[in-house]
Nanobody, 116 residues
Framework: QVQLVESGGSLVQAGGSLRLSCVAS????????MGWGRQAPGKARELVAS???????NYADSVKGRFTISRDNRKNTVTLQMSSLKPEDTATYYC??????????WGQGTQVTVSS
């Protein structure tokens, strides 16, 4: 069974920074992609950043230049360094991974609240 556990969410003032971490564990054979999504109240989940295995990193336009995703393939971890946070970044942030059979797995989420 695959599990993803996020951590690092907090309350932060606008302009501040946070670092989110995620660890994937369980019976996962091969990860082809890991990344982050977020969901604000009343809105659909959106992809924030992804790091395909052997591929180029992708960012949502809204976070480019402010967020940085990184992976440690040895530990099956992915982090999201968030800087210059804005109130509109307030959301529950979810870590995800995709295995080589195209199964998508999501964590339970960690709350990020940016106050003005």
């Amino acid at each position: 069974q695959v599990q993803l556990v996020e951590s690092g969410g907090s309350l932060v003032q606008a302009g501040g920074s946070l670092r989110l971490s995620c660890v994937a564990s369980g019976r996962i054979v091969g990860i082809v992609n890991m990344g982050w999504g977020r969901q604000a109240p009343g809105k659909a989940r959106e992809l924030v950043a992804s790091s395909p295995t052997g591929g180029a990193i992708n960012y949502a336009d809204s976070v480019k230049g402010r967020f940085t995703i990184s992976r440690d393939n040895r530990k099956n971890t992915v982090t999201l360094q968030m800087s210059s946070l804005k109130p509109e970044d307030t959301a529950t942030y979810y870590c995800y991974c995709r295995d080589r059979d195209y199964n998508n797995y999501w964590g339970q989420g960690t709350q990020v609240t940016v106050s003005s």
